[in-house]
Nanobody, 127 residues
Framework: QVQLVESGGGLVQAGGSLRLSCAAS????????TGWFRQAPGKERDFVAA????????YRVDSVKGRFTISRDNAKNMVYLQMNSLKPEDTAVYYC????????????????????WGRGTQVTVSS
């Protein structure tokens, strides 16, 4: 069992930056692929970014490419989402997710592929 706790959300002006953190406890995050999703008010939860267990492969949706970076530190059981040049449309609750993987170079972009979820952290971008 893995518990995930997100932090780092908050209120920021458009063009600003935030760094989200996801702390894993329980079983080590080292054997897990991880991802970030977000859900805006009245909308479905959407995939944002993912990273393989090894950290060698990452993937981001087009809307955040060039602005968001996903990274991980397996020694600390942490996953990060650096968000720059934030826009009002980035406003959402951001969720960290993790899933067991035996392929160190694989990442996952569908919510159904993830076994564990955090409770989310609110990100609000004002115009």
């Amino acid at each position: 069992q893995v518990q995930l706790v997100e932090s780092g959300g908050g209120l920021v002006q458009a063009g600003g930056s935030l760094r989200l953190s996801c702390a894993a406890s329980g079983r080590t995050i080292g054997s897990y692929a991880t991802g970030w999703f977000r859900q805006a008010p009245g909308k479905e939860r959407d995939f944002v970014a993912a990273i393989s267990w090894s950290g060698s492969r990452t993937y981001r949706v087009d809307s955040v490419k060039g602005r968001f970076t996903i990274s991980r530190d397996n020694a600390k059981n942490m996953v990060y989402l650096q968000m720059n040049s934030l826009k009002p449309e980035d406003t959402a609750v951001y969720y960290c997710a993790a899933t067991i993987t035996y392929d160190t170079g694989t990442y996952y972009s569908r919510g159904s592929e993830y076994m564990y979820w955090g409770r989310g952290t609110q990100v609000t971008v004002s115009s």
